[in-house]
């Protein structure tokens, strides 16, 4: 089973491509020009409190304001030697902020001073002692093994989280990163302190460094790019801090054809912007986002036709629904709020089986997706975490609507 990671260039946009048994499940798009400012971290200044919603407004960028949760209780970073003892933050104030998710829509983008900087093992964050490891690391051992190793570093300003990847690694390996990570917490946090406004103290990598980053080293097969220069600077990182996937990395040779033709993916970015998605069974779904939330519908289509036992047809397409709409939500990349209304179903041992069904198939997702519960009236409620633009918002952006 081929499990890859594409980079091509299409038009003025930069792809980073998912694939997981040779079918795209995911795809961010960037400006070639342009560099995504999440996950930066900058020396913004405090330009309004706003109390009532217990929010700061902060400049990070010349021009560009962020808010700034201040309900969380971690006072952020001050840079300008004033300590408030009581730690508020106040108009003027010079502090230390972290791009958590970009602007969508009319909203600015989210500031965070929870400082985290993510390691292909391990991630640290600024929460003093905490430690925590990835849910999908099940081998209660191995969880043993990688608490204690954290706790060593772990101390009252910074914390850990591990990683996934970080179950079939070395401690050594482990133990360099974690030290890496503290060293360049240190930086950021005491050098930042004497730098001007709006300077940005790191740099999140492009989204194609990313991806080898947090992808799962034993799974992942290949890494293709039909780009020179992409490929001389993946090859320059893995040489330095990923070995293991440097022997995976290949530039596309041309007589192969065109990695846009021979992995499809133009015709999937295509079908990705499109409202209705056609089912195998001749049923199919419709897919609408709005300010408030994404609305998802089932529909028998022809499926239904000529068939006698409705019930069990019913429940055929809703389960071959709750599978595509997992992979639509991962490949469009929607998140937020979502409500999907099936096909009514009397039977309630049909309906039991098409939750676990759903929320089998969203724990394949990378980004964090709860199904909550269906309601009387027979929606489900699903919930995903918003961090980047949705694929439209990528490509085009704006919005569907």
């Not at 209660?140 to 772990?154: N, P």
């Amino acid at each position: 089973m081929q499990n890859e990671i594409l980079i091509t260039k299409k038009e003025d946009k930069l792809l980073t491509i998912r694939t997981e048994g040779g079918k795209i499940v995911q795809i961010d798009a960037e400006d070639i020009e342009e560099e995504s400012v999440l996950g930066n971290i900058y020396v913004g200044k405090v330009r309004n409190v706003v109390k009532n919603i217990n929010a700061a407004f902060v400049e990070y960028q010349k021009g560009q304001m962020g808010y700034l949760s201040l309900a969380k209780g971690i006072c952020p970073i001050h840079t300008d030697g004033v300590h408030h003892q009581d730690d508020r933050v106040l108009i003027g104030d010079e502090i230390i902020i972290q791009v958590q998710r970009e602007a969508s829509k009319t909203k600015p983008p989210t500031l965070s001073g929870e400082i985290n900087i993510a390691g292909k093992y391990m991630v640290l964050v600024r929460d003093g002692g905490m430690i925590s490891i990835s849910s999908k690391i099940k081998d209660k051992e191995k969880r043993a093994w990688l608490h204690e190793i954290m706790e060593r570093y772990a101390t009252d300003e910074i914390g850990f989280i591990a990683r996934t990847n970080s179950a079939v690694e070395t401690e050594e390996n482990i133990v360099a990163e974690l030290e890496k990570l503290a060293s360049e917490y240190k930086k950021i946090s005491e050098f930042g302190k004497h730098k001007t406004i709006f300077s940005c103290l790191k740099h999140t990598p492009r989204n194609y460094i990313k991806s080898i980053v947090d992808a799962r080293t034993e799974y992942l097969s290949g890494i293709v790019t039909d780009c020179e220069d992409i490929f001389n600077e993946i090859q320059e990182y893995c040489s330095e801090y990923d070995i293991k996937n440097k022997d995976k990395l290949r530039l596309w040779n041309p007589l192969d054809g065109k990695l846009d033709a021979v992995y499809n993916v133009s015709r999937t970015l295509e079908h990705a912007l499109m409202q209705r998605v056609w089912l195998k069974s001749g049923a199919y779904i419709i897919i609408q986002p709005t300010e408030a939330l994404v609305s998802i519908d089932v529909n028998t289509g022809k499926a239904i036709s000529k068939k006698k036992d409705v019930q069990k047809t019913f429940l055929k397409v809703n389960l071959e629904a709750a599978k595509e709409i997992a992979y639509q939500l991962r490949l469009r990349n929607l998140s937020g709020m979502i409500l999907i209304d099936f096909i009514d179903m009397k039977d309630e041992e049909n309906n039991q089986l098409l939750m676990e069904t759903l929320r089998e198939e969203c724990s394949k997702d990378g980004v964090k997706t709860s199904v909550v519960d269906m309601t009387k009236l027979g929606l489900v409620e699903v919930t995903r975490k918003k961090t980047r633009k949705t694929l439209y918002e990528q490509l085009h952006g704006q919005d569907i609507w």
